[in-house]
C-alpha cells in the first residue's frame, strides 16, 4: 500500500514537499517513483529512484527545481519541490515497481492534488 500526502495550494516560486509512505512487501521494491496527471494530459514520469537511493532520474522540466529521495528505514519515499511553477499543477501519484523475473508489477498511490498559482 501506498500512501501520499504533502499536497496543496502553492504560489508561483513556493515549495512544497510531498511524502510516499510504504507498507506490505517493501523489500522487493526495486524502484519507486512519482508521476503526475493534469488535467486533459498523459501520466508522466516525474522522477524516480533506484531502492538503494544510488541512482535518480528527472524529467527535463522539472531538473535542478525537484529533488527525489527515499528513507528505507521509514519505508518513505520524498520529492521536494522548489521553484514551482503553474504549469507544475497536477495530481502526483507515488509508484513502486517490482520486477520478479521478466515481469514488472506496478503499485501506485491514491494521488495528492498540487496546485501552483500564478
Known amino acids: 500500500q501506498l500512501v501520499e500526502s504533502g499536497g496543496g495550494l502553492v504560489q508561483a516560486g513556493g515549495s512544497l514537499r510531498l511524502s510516499c509512505a510504504a507498507s506490505?512487501?517493501?523489500?522487493?521494491?526495486?524502484?519507486m517513483g512519482w508521476y503526475r496527471q493534469a488535467p486533459g494530459k498523459k501520466r508522466e514520469l516525474v522522477a524516480s529512484?533506484?531502492?538503494?537511493?544510488?541512482?535518480?532520474n528527472y524529467a527535463d522540466s522539472v531538473k535542478g527545481r525537484f529533488t527525489i529521495s527515499r528513507d528505507n528505514a521509514k519505508n518513505t519515499m520524498y520529492l521536494q519541490m522548489n521553484s514551482l511553477k503553474p504549469e507544475d499543477t497536477a495530481v502526483y501519484y507515488c509508484?513502486?515497481?517490482?520486477?520478479?523475473?521478466?515481469?514488472?508489477?506496478?503499485?501506485w498511490g491514491q494521488g495528492t492534488q498540487v496546485t501552483v498559482s500564478s
Open positions: 509508484n513502486a515497481r517490482t520486477i520478479v523475473v521478466l515481469t514488472t508489477f506496478d503499485y
Open positions: 506490505g512487501s517493501t523489500a522487493s521494491i526495486n524502484l
Open positions: 529512484i533506484t531502492s538503494g537511493g544510488g541512482r535518480t
